[in-house]
């Protein structure tokens, strides 16, 4: 059974910093892009980064960039997400992605709660 569970959300101060983990079962992440989505209340589903399959080229939304990093552990077959100088503007339920082109096989993570309030 192939599947992505995210972990690490929770509550931070503005200012603060929060990892992400989004762990792959049942499928290597090596062979797959990844990415990073984000909805907050009341916004659509937007994309935080992406980085591609072979992990040679990296997207960071505009709003993200400077203050988040994403990281693939292939040993542990884990994606990360470092947030740092987080705002309130950053809560949302953050999710894992994990997409194959070829043929086309799309993973969610059932998201994570990211709350930025002092």
């Known amino acids: 059974q192939a599947e992505l569970v995210e972990s690490g959300g929770g509550l931070v101060q503005p200012g603060g910093s929060l990892r992400l983990s989004c762990v792959a079962s049942g499928f290597s992440l090596g062979h797959y892009a990844i990415a990073w989505f984000r909805q907050a209340p009341g916004k659509e589903r937007e994309g935080v980064v992406c980085?591609?399959?072979?992990?040679?080229?990296?997207w960071y939304a505009d709003t993200v960039k400077g203050r988040f990093t994403i990281a693939r552990d292939t040993a542990k077959n884990t994606v990360y997400l470092q947030m740092n100088s987080l705002t309130p503007e950053d809560t949302a339920v953050y999710y894992c992605n994990a997409k194959r082109s070829w043929p086309v096989i799309i993973y969610w993570g059932q998201g994570t709660q990211v709350t930025v309030s002092s």
């Open positions: 980085l591609d399959a072979s992990g040679s080229t990296t």
